[in-house]
């Protein structure tokens, strides 16, 4: 009699232990939230929360992760794979017991988009709470769990420029370290005035090419001093001139 009391304590433990497990997968938080709650005078440091963003930016591809010591950095892999595992060797290292040495990577393939492949570890990599065994396609906002690491994965395909600040909002701006408010000022309008100069340089450049190319053709009416003077400045513009020197 005792030995069955014993034996359907044991069942209802296991059975809470489960359910607090699925808890666990989906709300990473949760156990310290219940921690903050027992403990409300503890000076309980919250551990932020992780995360992987793959980013295509034109023809660079690359991630962006706090994964590495809880530290973001932008890692760049010239096979577009980003193995992940205790092992120091993998490009994206992780000092968790519970994780193989190899664990798991991420791939990406041109057109198609990221992957989550797991290398056959010994507790699993899942995806939403579902355990993976083939390459996953990965999607934006996407819960992933190697081992006792959660993280979230984002996807960022795009970017937008945008327009320039208003002058007013200029004179609130935090003045650089150099100098004060004026010298941040003129320092913005030297960057829009040499975009604009730029601008202004290459179309020149463009239209004594279209006239190089009509002296090229033999079609031009100019004599030979204006044709070496349109050949003169174009150089003059094409080539920088060295400030150094």
């Not at 890692?75 to 000092?95: E, F, H, S, V």
Request: glycine fraction near 6%; charged fraction near 20%; hydrophobic fraction near 35%.
């Amino acid at each position: 009699m005792i030995a069955e009391s014993q034996d359907k304590e044991l069942k209802r433990r296991l059975s809470l232990y489960q359910v607090f497990l699925k808890l666990y997968e989906h709300h990473s938080t949760l156990l310290d939230e219940i921690l903050q709650l027992e403990n409300p005078d503890s000076q309980l440091t919250l551990v932020k929360g992780h995360y992987l963003q793959g980013v295509v930016d034109g023809s660079a591809v690359y991630v962006n992760t706090n994964l590495c010591n809880n530290q973001t950095q932008a890692l760049r892999q010239p096979q577009q794979i980003w193995t992940i595992g205790r092992d120091r060797n993998n490009g994206i290292y992780i000092a968790d017991q519970y994780l193989s040495r190899r664990h798991a990577a991420i791939q990406y393939i041109q057109n198609q988009g990221f992957y989550l492949i797991d290398f056959k570890s010994t507790n699993g990599s899942f995806v939403n709470g579902q355990r993976t065994y083939q390459p996953q396609k990965l999607k934006d906002g996407d819960r992933i769990r190697l081992g006792n690491m959660t993280f979230d994965f984002f996807l960022s395909y795009s970017s937008r420029i945008l327009p320039t600040v208003a002058m007013e909002l200029l004179m609130q701006l935090a003045p650089r370290v150099d100098g004060g408010i004026d010298e941040t000022l003129s320092a913005v309008v030297k960057s829009q005035k040499a975009r604009s100069e730029n601008v202004d340089n290459n179309v020149e450049i463009y239209r004594e090419l279209s006239l190089i190319k009509k002296l090229d053709d033999g079609h031009g009416s100019l004599n030979t001093q204006q044709q070496s003077e349109i050949l003169d400045r174009f150089f003059k513009r094409s080539i920088p001139s060295n400030t150094n020197s």
